[in-house]
């Protein structure tokens, strides 16, 4: 029904647009910001409605004439669709085909214009295309998601006003999450014990390693307390298009992180971490009395990367964003693996578990 109506709208826009002298008045009201400049789009919805019926897909082959490679770019302004002295357009196609992105090119013919996000069918191919982030008719640069329906709240769809709200509708409450994925919002939700700060300013109201601008608390004009999924997922060429299309780090990460056991500790192999947490800070010991020996390692077999330890994204169950990676870390032989913080500012606690061979019963920092 719905999609009878979409379609009942789209040919009497064409009607009108096709018969009316000065098409773009009409063409206003649905097609705003980015898209929408006459000077740089002069056939307006045919840049992307072609063809006798102008319908148009949601597949990527919409967006890439213009937002491709520079050959296809030109074809689009010879062909009259893109102002010759347009604007610059990037390559998103380049970017999406890094090692680690969204399935943009890979999954085609999944994306219905009808359909429900978070997506409620179990079987359901997971896919993402352009216009899942990105509302043709709406995008402007200054707001990329504009448009883009987020939540069901009864009968209204609320629009998504920050970008964890859009992230969401694929990795939050999707019935299809692949097996290996979790639910986001169960890891930043602000009741946690702990979380990075992306839903809500954090539990821990002092955390001393905190570069500036970043802080805890924002008290004064500049301060930065809450950060967002962009600010560590996205591209790693700093001055390529921004977004989290695709990255050559593992992760989608916009620096790198070493996951694995067994590195030597180095600037770049926690890069993403030092960007906002002092590196000195960190192997100065100044929370953790015993980070340095853990992440720089007793002997030249190197040492073990925060992730064995830490959540980048929010821990349910302790402080510190604490969360075993099991792969590394294993329960003794009487079955336990647990974390005993002695409190939040006190900087002491203990470990009951295996590492490395080494038993910690109780053992105390
Ligand atoms: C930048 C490309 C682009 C431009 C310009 C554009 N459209 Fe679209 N339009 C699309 C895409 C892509 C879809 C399909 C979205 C989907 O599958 O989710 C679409 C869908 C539609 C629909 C279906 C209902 C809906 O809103 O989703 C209508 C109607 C429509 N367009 C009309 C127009 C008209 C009229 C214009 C000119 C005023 C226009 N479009 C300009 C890309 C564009
Ligand atoms: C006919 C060429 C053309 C097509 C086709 C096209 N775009 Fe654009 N797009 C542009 C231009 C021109 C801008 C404005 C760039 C600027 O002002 O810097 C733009 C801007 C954008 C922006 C805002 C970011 C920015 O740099 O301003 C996004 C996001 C975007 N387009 C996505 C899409 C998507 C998604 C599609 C396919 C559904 C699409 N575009 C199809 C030409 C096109
Ligand atoms: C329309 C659905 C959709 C939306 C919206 C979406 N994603 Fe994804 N995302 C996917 C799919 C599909 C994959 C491929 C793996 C999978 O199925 O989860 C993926 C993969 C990822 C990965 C893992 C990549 C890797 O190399 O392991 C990250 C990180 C990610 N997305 C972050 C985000 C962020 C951040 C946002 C919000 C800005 C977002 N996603 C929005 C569908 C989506
Ligand atoms: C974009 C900036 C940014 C990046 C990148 C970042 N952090 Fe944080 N981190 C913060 C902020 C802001 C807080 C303060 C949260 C609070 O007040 O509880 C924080 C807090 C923490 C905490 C303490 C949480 C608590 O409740 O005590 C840990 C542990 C932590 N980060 C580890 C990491 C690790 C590990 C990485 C790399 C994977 C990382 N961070 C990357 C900004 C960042
Ligand atoms: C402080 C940095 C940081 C922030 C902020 C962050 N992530 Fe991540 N994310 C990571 C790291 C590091 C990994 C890889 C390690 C892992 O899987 O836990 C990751 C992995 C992922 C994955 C792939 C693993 C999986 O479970 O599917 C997805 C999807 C993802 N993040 C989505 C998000 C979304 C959505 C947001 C915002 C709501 C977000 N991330 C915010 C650092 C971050
Ligand atoms: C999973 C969601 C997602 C998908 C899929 C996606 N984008 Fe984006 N894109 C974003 C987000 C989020 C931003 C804004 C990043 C920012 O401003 O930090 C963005 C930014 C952009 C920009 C502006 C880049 C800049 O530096 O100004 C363009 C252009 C763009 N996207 C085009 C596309 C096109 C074309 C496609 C499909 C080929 C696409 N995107 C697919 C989420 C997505
Ligand atoms: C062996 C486990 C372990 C490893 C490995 C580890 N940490 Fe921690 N970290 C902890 C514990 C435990 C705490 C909480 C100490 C307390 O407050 O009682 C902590 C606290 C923190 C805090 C919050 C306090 C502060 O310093 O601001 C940050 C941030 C942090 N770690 C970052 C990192 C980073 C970055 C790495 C990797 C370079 C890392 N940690 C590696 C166990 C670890």
């Known amino acids: 029904m719905i999609r009878n109506l979409n379609l009942f709208i789209l040919f009497l826009f064409f009607t009108i ?25 002069p056939k307006s919805c045919r840049a992307c409605h072609r063809g006798m019926r102008m319908t148009t897909t949601g597949e990527e082959a919409v967006c890439l004439p213009c937002h491709g490679s520079s050959t296809d770019r030109s074809t689009m302004q010879t062909r009259g669709f893109l102002s010759g002295q347009s604007v610059e357009l990037q390559d998103m196609a380049a ?9 943009v090119l890979t999954v085609a013919n999944v994306h219905r214009q009808s359909e429900t996000l978070p997506e409620e069918q179990v079987s359901a191919a997971r896919h993402a295309e352009c216009v899942d982030c990105h509302n043709p008719h709406q995008v402007a640069a200054d707001a990329p998601f504009r448009g883009i329906p987020g939540r069901r709240v009864v009968n209204n769809i609320i629009e998504i006003e920050n970008e964890y709200e859009l992230c969401y509708k694929c990795h939050s ?14 890891e930043f939700k602000v009741t946690n014990r702990s979380y990075h700060p992306v839903e809500g300013e954090g539990a821990n109201s002092y955390v001393i390693s905190l570069k500036s601008p970043y802080t805890a608390r924002a008290n004064r004009p500049g ?17 390529g298009p921004r977004g989290p299309h695709g990255s050559n780090y593992e992760g989608l990460l916009i620096d790198k992180y070493e996951m694995r056991d067994g590195f030597s500790e180095g600037q770049y192999v926690y890069a ?8 000195n800070s960190i192997l100065g010991d100044e929370s953790f009395p015993k980070h340095s020996l853990h992440i720089t390692g007793r002997t030249s077999g190197g040492g073990t990367s925060c992730f064995t330890c830490h959540d980048a994204h929010g821990s349910p169950r302790y402080q510190a964003l604490i969360r075993f990676n ?13 974390y005993k913080p ?24």
């Open 173 to 186: 409450q999707s019935a299809n999450l692949p097996g290996s994925a979790t639910d986001k919002h169960a």
């Open 95 to 103: 970017v999406l085909r890094k090692p680690y992105n969204h399935p």
């Open 223 to 239: 301060d930065i307390s809450t950060i967002t999924c962009g600010d560590c997922h996205g591209n790693d060429d700093p001055a």
């Open 342 to 365: 002695s409190g939040a500012s006190s900087r002491s606690g203990s470990c009951t578990l295996v590492c490395h061979g080494v038993e910690h019963i109780d053992r105390t920092y």
């Open 272 to 279: 993403l971490c030092y960007r906002c947490h002092e590196r």
């Open 326 to 338: 099991e792969q590394v870390v294993r329960p003794t032989a009487s079955g336990k693996l647990e």
């Open 17 to 41: 647009l096709i018969w009316s002298p000065s098409n773009a008045i009409s063409a206003e009201s649905l097609l705003q910001g980015a898209h929408a400049v006459s000077s740089t789009m």
